[in-house]
């Protein structure tokens, strides 16, 4: 505590404010006089610890990064085991924090620390063989399919936050003489939450048994050059 009593005031403080306030209002309802007002202080302190609002949206798209990019861990075979654990963990942080969707979906992670840690695990994918071009490629893939899916699981994309993407509210009205196949898969499941899981475990699936296949083609390839 400072002086006055309130907490004192840290850059990870400032975040945790931040995440709270897009967590409540969204990407749109963050403001430095907001966040001044949430932690009660004058909106100019904050620019002692952050230069802008772009430097804030940076910071916490960095913690989330943190949080949920796992660092390659054991031999290079098990590159798939650690790389689908790493889309596990971002999907479930995302979902955690729906409303950040937007932003993570379209500002690049390129902080210092993003960076490096964009870096350990595209090394860790080039000790696998791969080149640093397809080692990039890889993560992109599978963080951009995350991100993506996610976004659809949620519908949290501007100016549509509150509109529910509920494929099987259509239960029930649909005539299951015109549309009976969309019809069946709706009384299946399609559309809630655990048909959302299983289409993510299955996109995995097909994900990586591609990349694997595609691997296993190019080293074919290469030996017989």
């Known amino acids: 505590m400072g002086r006055s009593g309130r907490p ?7 975040l945790d404010a931040a995440l709270a306030l897009v967590d409540r209002d969204g990407i749109a309802g963050l403001s430095m006089r907001k966040l001044g007002v949430q932690l009660g202080i004058e909106a100019m302190t904050l620019y002692y610890y952050f230069p802008n609002k772009d430097a804030i949206l940076d ?3 960095e913690r989330e990064a943190i949080k949920a990019l796992n660092v390659p861990v054991g031999p290079p075979e098990e ?3 650690w790389l689908r654990g790493l889309a596990v963990a971002l999907h479930e942080e995302l979902l955690r924090h729906p409303r950040l969707l937007p932003l993570i979906a379209t500002r690049p992670a390129m902080t210092p620390v993003s960076l490096r840690l964009v870096e350990q695990i595209v090394a860790g994918l080039c000790a696998t063989g791969l080149s640093p071009l397809h080692a990039f490629q890889v993560l992109n893939i599978v963080t951009t399919f995350v991100v993506g899916h996610t976004l659809a699981e949620v519908g949290e994309t501007p100016g549509h936050e509150d ?4 494929t099987a509210a259509l239960e029930g009205t649909l005539d299951p003489l015109e549309f009976p196949f969309l019809a069946a898969a709706i009384a299946d499941g399609l559309g809630q ?4 899981r299983s289409r993510f475990e299955f996109a995995l699936d097909a994900l990586f048994a591609g990349m694997a296949m595609l691997a296993s083609q190019k080293g074919h390839d290469d030996s017989s050059d």
Do not use: C, Q, Y
């Open 8 to 14: 004192k005031i840290s850059r990870e403080l400032v």
């Open 59 to 61: 910071g916490l798209i």
């Open 163 to 166: 509109a529910a993407p509920d």
């Open 79 to 81: 590159w798939a085991r």
């Open 193 to 196: 939450t655990e048909d959302h």
